[in-house]
């Protein structure tokens, strides 16, 4: 019932949001500093890079779940990249502007209409 391109999809997010989790868990300042940041405040960064982490993990360990199970995961990404995009957004505008907030929502678009894709077809499927 659930696809294969959704489940792989899960297992591309969770390596994603690894692959940034861990650098803004273990070293914040440097890594948001190369991505353009001038100031950095590292709590807030560490408490990003665990959210990443467990939503990333999850994906990975509920890609072989079920439909109630991706239906949840999928409402999730769909209410963090939403946030997330108007969190960034607001921030650009009102603020400044570092390259890699351009980069942070080069990926949450994307991944915002692929959650929302897969959503609707879960929602036709139940």
């Known amino acids: 019932m659930i696809s294969k ?11 994603i949001d690894i692959i940034f989790a861990i650098p803004l868990l273990l070293v914040p300042v440097p890594f948001l ?39 949840g995961m ?14 960034i957004l607001l921030t650009m505008i009102t603020a400044y502007k570092p390259w890699g907030a351009w980069l942070l929502l080069a990926a949450f678009i994307p991944f915002n209409i692929i959650w929302i894709y897969y959503r609707l077809q879960l929602r036709q499927k139940s």
């Open 5 to 15: 391109s959704l489940r792989i999809w899960f297992v591309i997010h969770f390596a």
């Open 74 to 87: 999928l409402n999730l990404k769909i209410i963090w990249s939403v946030t997330a995009i108007i969190g």
């Open 33 to 71: 500093t190369i991505l353009g940041w001038t100031a950095v405040d590292p709590y807030a960064a560490c408490l990003v890079g665990a959210a990443l982490m467990g939503i990333g993990i999850e994906s990975y360990l509920g890609r072989n779940a079920g439909i109630e199970a991706f239906q």
